[in-house]
């Protein structure tokens, strides 16, 4: 065994743990990080970065076939889905060797194995070539998530989850799809572009259940319109094998029900990593769901141990996990640094897309908050109907009597970027007339914010004022 004495360790590679990495060695700490799979994590390898690779691909193809409308015709376009693949594969490559080209020239040194907890500032990592023990003041536990599987549907064999939903040899003939969130949506719509016939098996009332309905309600339009088969009320009970593929049960309404499929994709949810690390050898103790709680620095409650990103819990996103690395580094480095978001955002890559931050509707409800709702619909966007998308909304929630931004939901093209602006006005406590006085370039989306908080005070010019008043 060989030893290590490093001012911080951090355990994990992922969207967190890099960053943290990054941070530290830029503040003059001499760090190790560790990871059992590879640089970047979830994310980078097998998460956000390959889907949207894929999912990118398959709204192009799509775009092929309706071209003709735009006098643009495309003759004979066909899908070489190993080409995808490798593409897709080469940009995960190239990113993962960015992050370890960063982690290198910043002075933070990467391990490859399986790290343990074995005492206060102590921790035995178990490598290819043998067993390190660290010795650090500093421990940073970014370990991530993982899928959940549930009863009856382990991974294996045409049974999926969506890390090898994103590593597939070719495209499903028929994908049945456990879980209508955030996960399934993506990855099924994606593969129904492809040529899969996808049904999703949801148990709640509508698809990705907590998101407000008026931005579902076009999602849902959409995937109807793509002759995706989408199940609501719905359990997933069991499978049997059924050639190469299986024959799932279900049950809608009280009624038994099967749908044959070559694969299985099942997204019903990620777990936290927060077993197997030896957190008892220091009292450490995460809650029922698996979840380490934290501090605004991101402290746990034993001394020298710290955890970010998806471990401490929601939201799971990539973008809160390294806004909190850098928080923990700060920390760390002896400066005043706190995690105090007002908003994060969040984006769902369906079709069209779907991104939100601050207060829905409910919780400004539940909160008591007297509010004005003002909408723009894409359809009134000379931009949008130049790009052929003109589904969708922008809808932005007002306090009635401040004028203060409460809440920004869009569903429609580019959501994920025009996202961006609504996050800053809620995080600079920003009101109406900050964000309606600002010119916007024209012609853009991003006007569609712009006549949207006009809307909800009854100054639109593009759209007919009517705003409504909800408690």
């Given at each position: 065994?060989?030893?290590?004495?490093?001012?911080?360790?951090?355990?994990?590679?992922?969207?967190?743990?890099?960053?943290?990495?990054?941070?530290?060695?830029?503040?003059?700490?001499?760090?190790?990080?560790?990871?059992?799979?590879?640089?970047?994590?979830?994310?980078?390898?097998?998460?956000?970065?390959?889907?949207?690779?894929?999912?990118?691909?398959?709204?192009?193809?799509?775009?092929?076939?309706?071209?003709?409308?735009?006098?643009?015709?495309?003759?004979?376009?066909?899908?070489?889905?190993?080409?995808?693949?490798?593409?897709?594969?080469?940009?995960?490559?190239?990113?993962?060797?960015?992050?370890?080209?960063?982690?290198?020239?910043?002075?933070?040194?990467?391990?490859?194995?399986?790290?343990?907890?074995?005492?206060?500032?102590?921790?035995?990592?178990?490598?290819?070539?043998?067993?390190?023990?660290?010795?650090?003041?500093?421990?940073?536990?970014?370990?991530?998530?993982?899928?959940?599987?549930?009863?009856?549907?382990?991974?294996?064999?045409?049974?999926?989850?969506?890390?090898?939903?994103?590593?597939?040899?070719?495209?499903?003939?028929?994908?049945?799809?456990?879980?209508?969130?955030?996960?399934?949506?993506?990855?099924?719509?994606?593969?129904?572009?492809?040529?899969?016939?996808?049904?999703?098996?949801?148990?709640?009332?509508?698809?990705?259940?907590?998101?407000?309905?008026?931005?579902?309600?076009?999602?849902?339009?959409?995937?109807?319109?793509?002759?995706?088969?989408?199940?609501?009320?719905?359990?997933?009970?069991?499978?049997?094998?059924?050639?190469?593929?299986?024959?799932?049960?279900?049950?809608?309404?009280?009624?038994?029900?099967?749908?044959?499929?070559?694969?299985?994709?099942?997204?019903?949810?990620?777990?936290?990593?927060?077993?197997?690390l030896g957190l008892e050898a220091v009292g450490l103790k995460p809650d029922a769901r698996g979840f380490l709680a934290v501090d605004a620095q991101l402290r746990t409650g034993v001394p020298g141990f710290y955890a970010i990103g998806d471990v401490v819990g929601q939201p799971m996103l990539a973008h809160k996990a390294s806004a909190e690395a850098e928080v923990v580094a700060a920390v760390i480095a002896g400066k005043p640094a706190a995690f105090d978001a007002k908003t994060i955002p969040a984006v769902i890559f369906t079709d069209p897309e779907i991104a939100t931050c601050g207060l829905t509707p409910e919780q400004a409800a539940a909160a008591g908050r007297a509010v004005l709702v003002g909408k723009f619909p894409f359809a009134a966007s000379g931009r949008a109907m130049t790009t052929g998308e003109t589904e969708g909304l922008v809808k932005v929630l007002v306090?009635?009597?401040?004028?203060?931004?409460?809440?920004?939901?869009?569903?429609?093209?580019?959501?994920?970027?025009?996202?961006?602006?609504?996050?800053?006005?809620?995080?600079?406590?920003?009101?109406?007339?900050?964000?309606?006085?600002?010119?916007?370039?024209?012609?853009?989306?991003?006007?569609?914010?712009?006549?949207?908080?006009?809307?909800?005070?009854?100054?639109?010019?593009?759209?007919?004022?009517?705003?409504?008043?909800?408690?």
């Open positions: 065994m060989t030893t290590k004495q490093v001012d911080a360790l951090v355990i994990g590679a992922g969207p967190g743990g890099y960053v943290a990495a990054i941070r530290l060695a830029q503040l003059g700490k001499k760090t190790l990080v560790v990871d059992r799979a590879h640089v970047g994590g979830v994310c980078l390898n097998v998460g956000c970065i390959p889907s949207k690779a894929i999912i990118h691909a398959a709204k192009t193809f799509e775009k092929t076939k309706s071209a003709d409308t735009m006098g643009i015709i495309v003759e004979s376009a066909h899908l070489d889905f190993t080409r995808l693949m490798k593409w897709k594969n080469g940009i995960v490559s190239k990113l993962t060797g960015g992050v370890a080209g960063l982690l290198k020239g910043n002075g933070a040194e990467y391990l490859a194995g399986n790290a343990r907890i074995v005492g206060p500032g102590v921790v035995e990592v178990t490598t290819d070539t043998g067993m390190t023990q660290v010795h650090a003041p500093h421990i940073v536990i970014a370990t991530g998530s993982r899928p959940i599987e549930i009863p009856g549907f382990a991974f294996g064999g045409p049974i999926m989850g969506s890390t090898e939903a994103l590593a597939l040899e070719a495209v499903p003939e028929r994908l049945v799809v456990i879980g209508g969130g955030y996960i399934g949506l993506e990855l099924g719509s994606a593969y129904a572009k492809l040529g899969s016939d996808v049904t999703v098996v949801e148990a709640s009332r509508q698809l990705l259940p907590g998101q407000d309905p008026d931005l579902v309600a076009v999602v849902a339009k959409k995937l109807k319109a793509k002759g995706v088969k989408v199940l609501t009320e719905a359990k997933a009970l069991g499978w049997e094998a059924a050639g190469t593929g299986a024959r799932v049960r279900i049950e809608v309404n009280g009624t038994m029900q099967t749908l044959d499929a070559d694969k299985v994709l099942v997204t019903v949810g990620r777990r936290p990593n927060s077993e197997n306090d009635r009597d401040t004028h203060e931004l409460l809440g920004f939901g869009i569903v429609g093209p580019q959501a994920s970027d025009l996202i961006a602006e609504g996050t800053l006005a809620i995080e600079m406590g920003a009101f109406v007339e900050d964000l309606a006085l600002t010119v916007h370039a024209h012609p853009t989306l991003a006007e569609t914010l712009m006549e949207a908080v006009k809307h909800a005070v009854g100054e639109a010019v593009h759209t007919m004022n009517a705003p409504v008043m909800s408690r």
